[in-house]
């Protein structure tokens, strides 16, 4: 089924190597998309943490240094139900943390993200930017969004965890499915954080897209070298989208401390927690990931309110010397990280595909 897309999707997005640099908000950079897009790649910049204005700076930043192909990417979660008690008493558990770097927590926690879905100033910066594509994550915009963006001529791609999500794209007429696997690095894409998770490793959800709906399956999780593409290739997947190989290039935007921890054995600990954002998300092993493992996740505020106090905490770590309290996203192959320039990465990753499928 998915199979027979592959090639009209390569086209459709503008690339000839079946490569998406993942949307990593934060992370990615209008310098790492440029690279992958000028690479053959698609290049994308996650826009989840911005005003449209920011956006459309970043899409024009990106514009000067490609003619390439470009997907955004916007989270369109559901809004957050503020719950004062509970946020306060979040701030209190966190309060230890705050005073051993000689700080103290802020006196109340807000909602720091505008979801797509309320954001009519992003959609209509799109509209008028039309970039290549636009990407979902954490759950489907409205009907006259998907309209809007489909009558400018962007391409729509959403993420799915599970079958049923997959069916839910392909009902609303979105063009892709990206298969997040549980392996894969930052936020988890399921539409509803408080169901139960199947938890589908990233071979066996392509597999079961590819065979049951009759959309392009891009594979997402745990994917870091061109063995790997070749792997969900094989199983149907029009292309792979990678975050993690991506983290530690010279585009990217994370931190030294981040980028020492990805290349230490808290790598081969990556660890799924609500802790740090109030979504489930995959990292690497720090401090706030040891803190979250003993915390229920009825006891943490709603996404993106818990973030407020995860970025608060991580600017006093960082401004102690600290830095594990940051969001150091990283998939379940973070072992096989590169520290390369965007460009040198898509030329090996090339190059390992050519050999793997030679």
């Given at each position: 089924?998915?199979?027979?897309?592959?090639?009209?999707?390569?086209?459709?997005?503008?690339?000839?190597?079946?490569?998406?640099?993942?949307?990593m908000?934060?992370?990615?950079?209008?310098?790492?998309?440029?690279?992958?897009?000028?690479?053959?790649?698609?290049?994308?910049?996650?826009?989840?943490?911005?005003?449209?204005?920011?956006?459309?700076?970043?899409?024009?930043?990106?514009?000067?240094?490609?003619?390439?192909?470009?997907?955004?990417?916007?989270?369109?979660?559901?809004?957050?139900?503020?719950?004062?008690q509970?946020?306060?008493?979040?701030?209190?558990?966190?309060r230890?943390?705050?005073?051993?770097?000689?700080?103290?927590?802020?006196?109340?926690?807000?909602?720091?993200?505008?979801?797509?879905?309320?954001?009519?100033?992003?959609?209509?910066?799109?509209?008028?930017?039309?970039?290549?594509?636009?990407?979902f994550?954490?759950?489907?915009?409205?009907?006259?969004?998907?309209?809007?963006?489909?009558?400018?001529?962007?391409?729509?791609?959403?993420?799915?965890?599970?079958?049923?999500?997959?069916?839910?794209?392909?009902?609303?007429g979105?063009?892709?499915?990206?298969?997040?696997g549980?392996?894969?690095?930052?936020?988890?894409?399921?539409?509803?954080?408080?169901?139960?998770?199947s938890r589908?490793?990233?071979?066996?959800?392509?597999?079961?897209?590819?065979?049951?709906?009759?959309?392009?399956?891009?594979?997402?999780?745990?994917?870091?070298?061109?063995?790997?593409?070749?792997?969900?290739?094989?199983?149907?997947?029009?292309?792979?989208?990678?975050?993690?190989?991506?983290?530690?290039?010279?585009?990217?935007?994370?931190?030294?401390?981040?980028?020492?921890?990805?290349?230490?054995?808290?790598?081969?600990?990556?660890?799924?927690?609500?802790?740090?954002?109030?979504?489930?998300?995959?990292?690497?092993?720090?401090?706030?990931?040891?803190?979250?493992?003993?915390?229920?996740?009825?006891?943490?505020?709603?996404?993106?309110?818990?973030?407020?106090?995860?970025k608060?905490?991580?600017?006093?770590?960082?401004?102690?010397?600290?830095?594990?309290y940051?969001?150091?996203?990283?998939?379940?192959?973070?072992?096989?990280a590169?520290?390369l320039?965007?460009?040198?990465?898509?030329?090996?990753?090339?190059?390992?595909?050519?050999?793997?499928?030679?």
């Amino acid at each position: 089924m998915a199979t027979n897309h592959s090639h009209r999707l390569l086209a459709r997005l503008g690339i000839t190597v079946p490569i998406i640099q993942a949307p990593m908000a934060g992370t990615s950079s209008p310098a790492m998309a440029a690279a992958v897009s000028e690479s053959g790649g698609l290049g994308s910049l996650g826009v989840g943490a911005m005003n449209a204005a920011k956006a459309r700076e970043a899409i024009h930043q990106f514009r000067k240094e490609s003619t390439g192909p470009l997907n955004i990417n916007v989270f369109t979660h559901r809004p957050a139900r503020a719950n004062t008690q509970k946020e306060l008493a979040w701030l209190e558990r966190l309060r230890p943390q705050f005073e051993r770097m000689g700080a103290v927590p802020p006196d109340a926690l807000h909602e720091i993200y505008t979801s797509f879905l309320s954001d009519a100033d992003m959609l209509d910066m799109l509209v008028e930017e039309k970039p290549k594509a636009v990407s979902f994550h954490f759950g489907l915009p409205t009907r006259p969004q998907i309209e809007a963006l489909h009558h400018a001529g962007i391409v729509l791609l959403a993420t799915a965890t599970n079958l049923e999500e997959a069916k839910a794209i392909e009902a609303a007429g979105i063009d892709a499915i990206v298969a997040q696997g549980y392996e894969a690095g930052g936020h988890r894409g399921m539409f509803d954080p408080d169901v139960e998770d199947s938890r589908l490793g990233t071979l066996a959800l392509t597999r079961v897209l590819v065979q049951e709906v009759d959309l392009p399956v891009i594979a997402a999780g745990g994917i870091m070298d061109g063995a790997g593409i070749a792997a969900v290739l094989s199983l149907g997947a029009s292309a792979a989208q990678m975050g993690t190989a991506f983290v530690a290039t010279d585009e990217s935007l994370a931190d030294a401390g981040y980028r020492k921890l990805l290349f230490s054995d808290a790598a081969r600990h990556t660890i799924m927690t609500r802790a740090i954002s109030g979504r489930p998300a995959r990292s690497l092993a720090n401090d706030f990931t040891r803190l979250g493992s003993s915390v229920s996740d009825d006891s943490i505020p709603d996404y993106p309110i818990a973030y407020d106090a995860g970025k608060s905490l991580n600017a006093a770590g960082k401004a102690a010397g600290q830095t594990g309290y940051g969001a150091q996203w990283a998939g379940q192959g973070a072992p096989l990280a590169r520290a390369l320039s965007a460009h040198a990465l898509m030329q090996a990753l090339k190059n390992e595909l050519d050999q793997a499928l030679s």
